[in-house]
């Protein structure tokens, strides 16, 4: 298991908090890295000095 950090963004895409999360693989964080998002814009996900992804967060205009 690795621990990942999990970057919060805000509005004006700057970082507004993180999130650790103890995964086994990197297809396994970024599966749960959205539970962890609150209402923020985005995340970027981190292991160590490498960066695994990053999901924007936001709904497309007009989608339900």
């Given at each position: 298991m ?20 103890d ?42």
């Open positions: 690795a621990i990942y950090r999990v970057f919060l963004l805000g509005a004006d895409d700057h970082f507004v908090g993180v999130e650790a999360i995964c086994a693989t990197d297809r396994e964080v970024m599966g749960r890295a959205p539970d962890v998002a609150g209402g923020h814009r985005a995340v970027e996900i981190w292991d160590l000095a490498r960066c695994v992804g990053r999901i924007d967060l936001r709904h497309p205009a007009g989608a339900d």
